[in-house]
DNA sequence: GTCTATAGAATGATAGAC
DNA sequence: GTCTATCATTCTATAGAC
């Protein structure tokens, strides 16, 4: 999943991610990216052929900071620690990169991606896997779905963009705890 | 907060709210929902001045289908009796809706248009108020953002795409139920 | 890697006829 | 209410010099 990039890649990168957060991608101009690094958009056509190369490297770069913890998680044998193992790692990268949820999980744009290039899907599949086992009941759905939405959808919310990271990480996982009934 | 419309205009809402469900705000374009409704450009822009009136009109649109429970919430003096009344409203509306929940929730353009327009304000304000009364404490806070994120993260989760409405609805609010600690 | 300059299409919006 | 036609601007993307 992760890819090496230059310097002036991952330049473009951040400033990307940073814009589709404040505007959605279709909202973001490469007019906007390239005058946020400070060049010219003919510079940034230089890095990525194409609008649609950098957001999905931008969504590579953000699934893999998941990949350690994920791998971590396959290889622990006993599945009540895999599964703390990451939702402790997913509720870390969440409430650290607030602002930047809502594009990676609810952008039109990006969940066409998701959705349409194996690589992606593959992972998601590895993620969901690796936290429910292959139990793929009805109850486990839909309690997947709100744990994940819940994570995404509290951390975003403005009832909480006053809270320090710290405060909101451990209310969010007392919470979290009570609704998938792991061991306080 | 609603306003009566023309045949026309509602039809012009209409195709907007579905489109802007699909692409975003921003990856919706006025030719799309010209061609959407089956009139030109010039048709859509008699109705509404501008592409922000109609994103305006949308938002107002789906807020005021909240209001009679509202209404009936604020007027019932049993607080539990009283979120009762307006969970089960969210929820069937988010249920039925959820193709839309993520654009009204998430969408950069029109959470900008909900900060910025004290109308939005203050109905929301009035939303958790009825639910929340008046206790501001952290506990309080992060219950309702993650009780709000959940229920518009658990209905857009592809996970529960396959789901029938009444299975995602009763699932939905047992969780919900174990989460907020009311009595089932 | 970065620039200037530009092509070609799409965007939001308007004028004026029917 | 709807149309055709058009305007100014912005968009993605490319060519070619430094």
């Given at each position: 999943m992760s890819k090496s990039r230059s310097a002036a890649q991952t330049r473009i990168l951040a400033a990307a991610l940073d814009l589709f957060a404040a505007h959605g991608v279709s909202g973001t101009s490469l007019q906007m990216i390239a005058d946020a690094v400070g060049v010219t958009k003919a510079a940034v056509y230089r890095q990525f052929k194409t609008k649609d190369e950098i957001v999905i490297a931008v969504t590579e770069m953000q699934l893999a900071r998941l990949e350690d913890a994920l791998e971590a998680a396959e290889a622990e044998p006993n599945r009540t620690r895999a599964r703390e193992l990451l939702l402790n790692r997913v509720v870390d990268m969440a409430v650290e990169q607030r602002r930047m949820v809502s594009v990676l999980q609810f952008d039109p744009v990006i969940i066409q991606f998701l959705a349409g290039h194996k690589t992606f899907q593959r992972f998601i599949d590895r993620l969901l896997r690796a936290f429910f086992?292959?139990?793929?009941?009805t109850d486990s759905l839909v309690q997947t779905a709100m744990l994940s939405g819940a994570i995404s959808g509290a951390v975003i919310h403005?009832?909480?963009?006053?809270?320090?990271d710290e405060t909101l990480r451990s209310h969010l996982l007392l919470v979290i705890r009570r609704l998938i009934n792991l061991p306080d």
């Open positions: 086992g292959d139990n793929t009941g403005p009832l909480v963009a006053n809270l320090d």
